[in-house]
């Protein structure tokens, strides 16, 4: 089987109308904000759309998502390799700040490599978003006016305390996910 017989196959996600929502358009204006400097962690979608009853945005099918992989049998005795490789930080200049808002093991979706040993960990769901386009100079502390959704076991402190969602919100919840992945 030649590169164009493999079979594509896609993950469809729907958002039913409404009307005290907008997580469609969120969404879809974070992932097109996403899309101008793509980066490996951040989910890519490939189209966009409103039908008659819902709003669909369409991405690649992953193979499962970090909870799943973590609450699959017993854990190795030491971590594979890829799995530290995933959590290594890239530097990449970008003129934007944005926040997720509800990072977990749920929502970062895995997407298997060539070899099926290893895969590419990626960020999805970005209903609670934001995404702000700064000076690059900017020493400006960007908040979200929404309140958070996110799940209350990784949201850090100071979210409770303050009632703002801002970036190191998102920070202690990475945190928080690495831990469990080495726990």
């Not at 099926?116 to 970005?126: L, N, R």
């Amino acid at each position: 089987m030649n590169q164009d017989d493999k079979v594509k196959v896609f993950a469809l996600k729907r958002f039913r109308d409404r009307p005290t929502r907008d997580d469609y358009e969120n969404e879809k204006y974070v992932l097109k904000a996403l899309a101008a400097i793509p980066h490996r962690h951040s989910v890519c979608f490939l189209s966009a759309w409103v039908g008659p009853d819902a709003q669909c945005i369409l991405f690649p099918l992953a193979a499962g998502d970090l909870r799943g992989f973590l609450e699959s049998g017993s854990p190795p005795s030491s971590p594979e390799p890829w799995v530290f490789e995933q959590m290594l930080a890239e530097d990449q200049l970008a003129k934007r700040v944005g926040f997720h808002h509800d990072l977990k093991p749920a929502n970062i979706l895995l997407f298997m490599g060539a070899s099926d040993t290893s895969a590419t960990w990626k960020i999805c769901d970005f209903g609670s978003d934001a995404v702000e386009y700064l000076a690059s100079d900017s020493s400006e502390d960007v908040y979200n006016r929404k309140a958070s959704t996110g799940d209350p076991v990784y949201s850090a402190p100071e979210y409770i305390v303050d009632g703002k969602v801002f970036r190191p919100k998102d920070v202690w919840s990475l945190g928080c996910i690495f831990l469990e992945v080495f726990t």
